[in-house]
Every structure is written in structure tokens, then in C-alpha cells.
């Protein structure tokens, strides 16, 4: 169950978890955009060397400002969720951001929106197996550095002050329009920037929050949310890059469709696991 851990709403020197969560919200956006605003009007996107500094300072923004504040709050590591999570908690965040890329690329493919899928295009089979091997723990570590602002920092203060269901959908949009500068760039969908900035991500967003906040109801380890997320990254970034897209407009609608899916089944998972443990 989630709970507020040890807030002291009641002390007039504590500060109350929405205030937190105002706080952190307002800092991780305004410095997060200014940096990304900034860096894609200065900088060539194209080359791989920035793109790749630019991305990673990027990517470990909202884990700085974590830390900061949460020392600044008292708090410790176990404030930011360094648990050990369950196997079957982790074997199903792994996993599920598979299933759900497959049947998304696979129903793409049916309908000749996208090609299959060629692993060739990675390389000999050696080549691709310690791509896909080597690459999934190197993006787990890469995404940490959200997943400790989002899951770790923001995911519980919203969830104390604002009920679980409405937390975890506010989380997700937050999570989703951070993305904003690297979207509007046209980055997963080129011809269709605004769909994947104002559509897409907040749509992926709330979805993987959603899963995630479901995988670790009872024991909620910051590990869970990124091995999750570096799936969703990481397997399903390697399919969409190994697959070419026919139709650009149907193949982003159709990834919006599935992503509202993944919403009514979590988000009904959610209600339903917190309304029978008393939420």
C-alpha cells in the first residue's frame, strides 16, 4: 500500500506533499525545456556524438533535482525507493513491454502500415545478440535517471495527496510532456512532431505509469520502474528500427490506439487492486 512516509503534515516546518510536488514540477519542467529548447536550436541533432551528451544530460535531470531535494527534505535512499523488488514484479516489466510492442508491430504489419521486422539490418547474428543482450542493462542504468524524479521522488507525494488513480494519470502526463523538446523534434514520428509531443507521449506516459504503479503495488522498488521502462525502450526501439513504417500518420494512430487500451486495462487494474485494499 502506498503511504505517506512520514510527511508530519500537521509540523508547521514540514512541508506538504503537494507543495513538494508543485515544487519539483515546476523545477524539473522549466529546467529540463530550457536546457532542451536551448540545446535543439543551438545544436545539430544529426550528429550522433551530441545527440547522444545532449540526451543523457537530459535523461538525468529530474534524478539530480531527486536528490537534491530529497536531502534537502531529510530524507535518504529509501525515500527515493532503492528496494529490492520481487522476481515476479521484475520478470513481468520486463516482459511486457515485449508482448505489447509485438502485437502492436505484428498488427502493422498485417495491415502493411509497417515491414517485418529484419534483424539483419543490426548486423551478423553475433553482432545482434550482443546488441540486444548488452544494450537492455545500459538503458536500464540510462533510465534511472528519470525513474528516480519520476517513480522514486514524484510518484508517491502525488499519489498521498491526490488519491491513486488521479496521482498515477497526473504522473504520467507530467512524465509525457518532459518529453516535449525531444518530441517536437520530430523524434520517433518526423513528419508528425505535434502527435507525438501532445499525443503520444502523454499517452505512453500515463500508460507505463499505470503498468508500473501496478507491478509494485505492495513493494514498490524504483528497479521496477526501469526495467520496465528500458524494455519499452529499449526491445521496442530495436523493432522499430529494424522495421520501416509505410505510412507514418496510421502507424503513429495506431500506437496511440493501443497506448489508451494499455490505459482502460491497467487503469482499471489499478482502481480495482486500490479500491479492494482499502485505498
Known sequence: MYTINSEQTNSPNSIHPIQKVKRYTLLVLGISWTFGF?????????????????????????????FILNK??????????????SFKSSF????????????????QVLLNIRTVPDISKIGTPLTSTLLLLLGYPLTVFLVLGEEIGWRGYLQEKL????????????????????????????????????????????????ALSLIIAYLGFNRYSIFIGALLHASNNHFGGTLLSISEAQNEFLHAMIFNVFYIIIILIFGYLWRQKTFYNNE
Open 38 to 66: 536551448t540545446t535543439t536550436s543551438i545544436f545539430d541533432f544529426s550528429n550522433p556524438i551530441a545527440n547522444a551528451v545532449i540526451m543523457l544530460i537530459y535523461a538525468f535531470i529530474p534524478a539530480i533535482l531527486a
Open 72 to 85: 534537502k527534505e531529510g530524507g535518504n535512499w529509501k525515500d527515493l525507493k532503492f528496494f529490492k523488488p
Open 92 to 107: 513481468l516489466a520486463f516482459l511486457i513491454p515485449i508482448i505489447y510492442f509485438g502485437i502492436i508491430i505484428s498488427t
Open 159 to 206: 499519489i498521498g495527496s491526490l488519491g491513486s488513480f488521479k496521482g498515477v494519470v497526473i504522473l504520467g502526463l507530467i512524465w509525457g510532456i518532459w518529453h516535449m523538446p525531444i518530441a517536437l523534434q520530430g523524434y520517433n514520428f518526423p513528419n508528425h512532431p505535434y502527435i507525438e509531443a501532445f499525443i503520444t507521449y502523454p499517452l505512453v506516459g500515463i
